[in-house]
Every structure is written in structure tokens, then in C-alpha cells.
């Protein structure tokens, strides 16, 4: 799993983004699934925070705050008008979402997350997915001074490709280690943090940016820790990138995550002896 891009997607819908460049240096293989556009036909955060002429998650936050018992808050990602196949029956685009809606309810002091699929692969769109959604869940509880409750994911078409099945055959079971981070903070405090965490993830993409310069932002982070923590699996891929890996441990010193570090360890597995970039 490249846990890098899957970080970086999760700020991009968070930040209700459909610019195709920023998902592409963490993914170069990603424009042969959504096509070469200069933006995402089906970007999830920009559907969910500046289409349909509003901001569904903050909406969601202030309905919740003052009706915590609401069970009309859902969030809709698709748009017939646009995403409905042509009448010939061909796709109406290269990148029809996939997540349709979620719906959010509060119970017992928790925020309950259910994710609705049209079509979802088991191998290359189910681990992103999970961690999308449940980043979202996280901050949303946070807003809202909540646990997190369960998150509920359905999938109408889970599938596999048969281009993909020798690749999973060749997965075998590993001990998991423990995600020691929450991306919950207060509404306030998440409107401070995140612009920061944003802007030093759009460095990463610039080639002006020197693996110096990755290096010093994540030795000088004042991030929460659980911010700081993507940051340094962000500017570590950066790194990489600018083939300077031997700084990666540099750079992962300073990540206190230990899913994370077992993650990336597991991604740099994949490169040993190639000097290709994925």
C-alpha cells in the first residue's frame, strides 16, 4: 500500500480539492485509472465541500452540534446530471466516483459513519477508501467534541480484477502494528492546523523545494503529533522522489507512529534494487 498517496488523498478531500497534479507526484499511475484532465471529474472533497454550491461537512458539523439526534445528515457524492452514463449507455467520464453518499448519526456520544459504494475494489480502492472515510470520521468527531464510533462500509460491487490476482495470491497475513494517532481536534484548533499541514504537503510536490528544505520543515514541526506524523511520511516520499533515500531515516525519525513506520518500511520494500519511481 502506498501510505504516502493514501495520507495525501485524505488531505486533498479534506481540503475539497479536484486538482489532478497534487494525487499524481504521490501517484504517477493514477492518471491511467482517471484520465490526464488538469482536474478529477469525481474528486470527492471538492464534491463534498464546494459543489452543489456548499459545504456539506461543515453543514454536517453545525446540524450535528445543535440536533445531535438527526438522522438526515447525509453527505452526497454523486451527481446524476454528471456521473449518469451517456444515453448510449458509455461512461459519462474516466473518473466516476465510486463512493456515492455517506450518512453520519450521533449515538451514545459517538459519531457513527456509514459509506455507501456503487463499485469498489477489493485490492486497489478498498484500503484508500478506508482510509479517506475514517479520516474524515476522525476530524468530524473531533469538531464535534465526540468519540468515534463504528464506521460501516457498503459496498454494492466488491470485486476483484483478474489482472490483480497473482499479485494477491502473493500477500501473506503480517502482525499489524497500532495506529497511535487521531486526527480529532477541536474546530477552532483543525482551522489553525490544517492549512499548515496542507501548505507544507504542497512544498513536497515542488520540485523548486530542496530535500533540505523537506528535511528542516519536519525537523522545525510544531504540528500536533498526529499531523506531524503524516508530514514526515509525506516529505520521507518526497524525498524519495528527489532520490535522496538515503534521508529517509532522517526524516522517519522523527514519525511516532508506528503503523505508519511499518507502512512506509513495507512500501520502500517494493523499490530494493529498483531505481524506478511509482
Known amino acids: 500500500?502506498?501510505?504516502?498517496?493514501?495520507?495525501?488523498?485524505?488531505?486533498?478531500?479534506?481540503?475539497?480539492?479536484?486538482?489532478?497534479?497534487?494525487?499524481?507526484?504521490?501517484?504517477?499511475?493514477?492518471?491511467?485509472?482517471?484520465?490526464?484532465?488538469?482536474?478529477?471529474?469525481?474528486?470527492?472533497?471538492?464534491?463534498?465541500?464546494?459543489?452543489?454550491?456548499?459545504?456539506?461537512?461543515?453543514?454536517?458539523?453545525?446540524?450535528?452540534?445543535?440536533?445531535?439526534?438527526?438522522?438526515?445528515?447525509?453527505?452526497?457524492?454523486?451527481?446524476?446530471?454528471?456521473?449518469?452514463?451517456?444515453?448510449?449507455?458509455?461512461?459519462?467520464?474516466?473518473?466516476?466516483?465510486?463512493?456515492?453518499?455517506?450518512?453520519?448519526?450521533?449515538?451514545?456520544?459517538?459519531?457513527?459513519?456509514?459509506?455507501?459504494?456503487?463499485?469498489?475494489d477489493v485490492f486497489r480502492g478498498l484500503p484508500y477508501n478506508l482510509v479517506q472515510f475514517t479520516t474524515l470520521q476522525e476530524i468530524?468527531?473531533?469538531?464535534?467534541?465526540?468519540?468515534?464510533g463504528t464506521y460501516n462500509h457498503v459496498s454494492d460491487s466488491l470485486h476483484v480484477y483478474e489482472r490483480d490476482l497473482d499479485q494477491i495470491k502473493s500477500l501473506r497475513p503480517v502482525p499489524i502494528e497500532e495506529n497511535t494517532d487521531s486526527f480529532a481536534l477541536s474546530k477552532p484548533d483543525f482551522d489553525l492546523v490544517f492549512p499548515e499541514l496542507?501548505?507544507?504537503?504542497?512544498?513536497i510536490t515542488d520540485e523548486a523545494c530542496t530535500v533540505e528544505y523537506l528535511v528542516g520543515k519536519v525537523n522545525n514541526c510544531t504540528l500536533p503529533a498526529a499531523y506531524r506524523n503524516v508530514l514526515c511520511v509525506l516529505c520521507a516520499e518526497g524525498v524519495r522522489r528527489r532520490k535522496q533515500s538515503c534521508r529517509i531515516d532522517e526524516i522517519m525519525a522523527h514519525c511516532t507512529n508506528p503503523a505508519y513506520t511499518q507502512l512506509y518500511d513495507r512500501w520502500l520494500s517494493r523499490f530494493q534494487g529498483d531505481t524506478a519511481i511509482y
Open 140 to 148: 468530524l468527531a473531533g469538531w464535534l467534541g465526540l468519540d468515534v
Open 1 to 120: 500500500m502506498n501510505i504516502a498517496f493514501a495520507l495525501a488523498e485524505a488531505i486533498w478531500i479534506m481540503a475539497g480539492r479536484n486538482d489532478s497534479a497534487f494525487l499524481n507526484y504521490f501517484n504517477t499511475g493514477l492518471p491511467k485509472y482517471c484520465g490526464n484532465g488538469p482536474t478529477y471529474h469525481g474528486a470527492y472533497g471538492h464534491r463534498l465541500r464546494k459543489r452543489f454550491n456548499m459545504d456539506q461537512l461543515a453543514r454536517a458539523y453545525e446540524t450535528l452540534r445543535k440536533n445531535p439526534e438527526s438522522r438526515q445528515v447525509v453527505l452526497q457524492i454523486w451527481d446524476g446530471v454528471a456521473d449518469l452514463p451517456t444515453i448510449d449507455g458509455r461512461p459519462s467520464s474516466e473518473d466516476v466516483p465510486c463512493n456515492i453518499v455517506a450518512m453520519l448519526k450521533v449515538r451514545d456520544s459517538a459519531l457513527e459513519w456509514t459509506q455507501i459504494m456503487r463499485s469498489n
Open 198 to 203: 496542507e501548505e507544507g504537503s504542497n512544498n
